[in-house]
Nanobody
Framework: QVQLVESGGGLVQAGGSLRLSCTTS????????MGWFRRTPGKEREFVAA????????RYADSVKGRFTISRDNAKNTVYLQMNSLKPEDTAVYYC?????????????????WGQGTQVTVSS
């Protein structure tokens, strides 16, 4: 059974930082691109960041570029999302996702495996 488990969410003040982790189990995602998405109430799940298996390629949503950094440690089957300079509008449930391909995609339908999500709340 494939599982993606997110952790690291919580409550932080505007301007603060959090690091999210996503650990996979049940299979290895060797060669697979991984991504982070987020969803706020009443909105569609939106792309945040993605990374290739080699970590040589990354992509970010314009709204987080320069503030968030995605990385991965394949030996630990873990993907990270370092979030700095957080804003109240970053408040959302953050989801980790895995593709069945090495190619980065920003569309949520391109991701086959999903975690349950972790809540991030940024207070003003």
């Amino acid at each position: 059974q494939v599982q993606l488990v997110e952790s690291g969410g919580g409550l932080v003040q505007a301007g603060g930082s959090l690091r999210l982790s996503c650990t996979t189990s049940g299979r290895t995602f060797s060669g697979n691109a991984m991504g982070w998405f987020r969803r706020t109430p009443g909105k569609e799940r939106e792309f945040v960041a993605a990374i290739t298996w080699s970590a040589e390629g990354t992509r970010y949503a314009d709204s987080v570029k320069g503030r968030f950094t995605i990385s991965r440690d394949n030996a630990k089957n873990t993907v990270y999302l370092q979030m700095n300079s957080l804003k109240p509008e970053d408040t959302a449930v953050y989801y980790c996702a895995a593709r069945a391909s090495e190619v980065i995609e920003t569309a949520k339908y391109a991701y086959r495996y999903w975690g349950q999500g972790t809540q991030v709340t940024v207070s003003s």
